[in-house]
């Protein structure tokens, strides 16, 4: 289902060739206006009940889809998939979790990436539940190493929120190995990395910056002299397997973990094949029923900590 305005939509899907039997797949559901990235994130609830992502969200919640994926408004996306679809029993706050690349060529799992600044360790704790079962289902990793992201790997490390968050974990039937230490989330050595959401948004965003001026930094070199140039056509195949690793657009959106339906949110400035990327990730967590699998886990391995209920 593509929602937005009809008006706008329809004339563009027949420009990109989805006629015919294609353009059968694809089903409009009209929505009035949009929430643009200057809007409040709040305004799903009450001045844009009418915008696109509203409109989609309340789709899930009806049962009439099985997930959303959003390129437009972080805020709004995550408000929207709260509020209108809600929350899974247990689950005190949802979390955006990100697929970071890593050098043995899985990605490390790192959540909460901003939707929550100001964490507690009990939710910390929740947010590397939801993550092992999001790396198990969804990624395919058997058994997944789970850490906490501090300054240092002893147990003595941290601030009181980690160090309290990882005494929860020692008592749950996972895969926590302790502490892990920003290099941790680029060697692989976990496979699911936890941590506050103000933390986890600013490694990710940096981590974008810095991924962005490698690739860049790496075409201007190869343009600078005539050895250069042959040199970057003989290493074209490495060159461009190392630059689809860092590439954002291979995982497409982050999941927000702990709603009732699947919800993926991606970035404004997504290309066609990051949003492919982020329905096939939509797809996989509705195949593998993420959320189910959240639910059962929380009951079951965290019964104190997820003792309140979902909206």
């Not at 949009?34 to 899930?60: C, F, G, H, N, Y």
């Not at 979390?95 to 050098?103: G, I, R, S």
């Amino acid at each position: 289902m593509l929602v937005g305005d009809e008006a706008k939509l329809r004339p563009l899907l027949k420009h990109h060739g989805l006629v015919g039997k294609l353009a059968e797949r694809v089903e409009i559901i009209h929505a009035a206006s949009v929430v643009t990235m200057e809007d409040k994130p709040t305004s799903v609830l009450k001045d844009k009940k009418d915008s696109s992502i509203r409109v989609a969200t309340q789709l899930v919640r009806e049962g009439r889809a099985d997930g959303v994926v959003s390129m437009g408004n972080t805020g709004a996306a995550m408000v929207a998939s709260v509020m209108v679809i809600g929350t899974l029993d247990g689950v005190d706050r949802p979390c955006l979790a990100n697929a970071m690349p890593n050098m043995k060529g899985r990605p490390t799992v790192l959540l909460d990436v901003g939707a929550n600044v100001d964490s507690k360790p009990e939710n910390v704790a929740q947010f590397a539940l939801m993550g092992a079962v999001y790396a198990k289902e969804v990624l395919g990793v058997a058994h997944p190493r789970i850490g906490l992201l501090s300054v240092g790997e002893e147990d003595t490390k941290g601030n009181e929120t980690t160090r309290a968050a990882a005494q929860i974990l020692r008592g749950v039937d996972i895969n926590f190995a302790g502490n892990a230490e920003g290099r941790d989330i680029w060697n692989g050595h976990f496979d699911v990395v936890a941590c506050d959401g103000f933390v986890g948004n600013v490694v990710l965003k940096s981590s974008e910056s810095l991924a962005e001026g490698i690739m860049r930094g790496l075409r201007d070199s190869l343009k600078q002299s005539l050895w250069s140039k042959v040199g970057g056509l003989l290493a074209k195949g490495a060159m461009k397997s190392f630059i689809k690793r860092l590439d954002y657009a291979e995982y497409g959106g982050a999941p927000l973990l702990g709603v009732k339906g699947v919800s993926v949110i991606g970035h404004g400035r997504s290309d066609g094949r990051a949003v492919a990327s982020a329905i096939r990730a939509a797809l996989r967590a509705c195949e593998h029923r993420v959320n189910e699998n959240i639910q059962t886990s929380l009951q079951r391995m965290l019964p104190t900590v997820s003792s309140g209920e979902g909206r």
